[in-house]
């Protein structure tokens, strides 16, 4: 077990609707990353959050949010839903962004998009 | 796409077996970090391997850099059926320092 807890683990949601994804960051840690994956894909980086900012985005569009508390867990909203946001979404939290920063994952939220 | 690629996308062994596999990538890293899945759930982080490195060992993993060619190995010896998960690359570097994971391969350990 890492520490980093993600709710919910599994989700079914129509086209068109919003989701909000949570995680809970290893204690200690202050930064937070989420990643989507696709089936039979590797992660693709969608943002970081440093301290309650964001800290650097991958390629998505802006439908695709986040938000980090003060107590460093993290929320992942995806709104207008699409067919194509159906992946595994993780998140890692990590001590900084210096380098050689060992990120530990979550478990991951299946989000099924119908 | 900046991902990075895996090679072979899948390998099928026999338990006790030695499985390699190779991992390429585009950017300049901090470092090359492998991790593992089990049937599409979290990942698991096994081994880092810094940018001024060029072999590291972990128990039963060995770790190859080549910076010059922009590629990684992971070697998992005497594997067992435990082993049986997708593993992935992962290129650590930039502002964010954020993970650009290959492919991934798939490893089938047959008992």
């Known amino acids: 077990e890492t520490g980093v807890t993600q709710s919910p683990t599994h989700l079914i949601k129509t086209r068109g609707q919003q989701v909000t994804l949570r995680c809970s960051s290893q204690s200690g840690h202050n930064t937070v990353s989420w990643y989507q994956q696709a089936l039979g894909q590797g992660p693709q980086f969608i943002f970081q959050y440093y301290r309650e900012e964001e800290n650097g985005r991958g390629n998505f569009p802006p439908r695709f949010s986040g938000l980090q508390f003060p107590n460093y867990s993290s929320e992942l909203n995806v709104n207008a839903l699409e067919l194509d946001d159906s992946a595994l979404y993780l998140c890692a939290s990590s001590l900084g962004t210096g380098r050689n920063t060992e990120a530990f994952f979550g478990q991951g939220t299946r989000l099924t998009v119908v | 796409s900046q991902q990075g690629e895996e090679d072979p996308q899948a390998l099928s062994i026999q338990e006790g077996e030695n499985a390699t596999m190779n991992c390429s990538y585009k950017?300049?890293?901090?470092?090359l970090q492998w991790y593992r899945q089990n049937s599409g759930r979290g990942l698991v982080h096994l081994i880092l391997?810094?940018?001024?490195?060029r072999e590291k060992h972990s128990g039963r993993l060995r770790v190859t850099l080549d910076t010059s060619k922009k590629s990684s190995s992971l070697l998992i010896t005497a594997s067992r059926a435990a082993d049986t998960a997708s593993y992935f690359c992962?290129?650590?570097?930039?502002?964010?320092?954020?993970?650009?994971f290959g492919t991934g391969t798939l490893l089938a350990v047959q008992p």
């Open positions: 950017t300049s890293i901090n470092n």
């Open positions: 391997i810094r940018s001024n490195e």
């Open positions: 992962a290129a650590q570097g930039g502002a964010t320092n954020k993970l650009i």
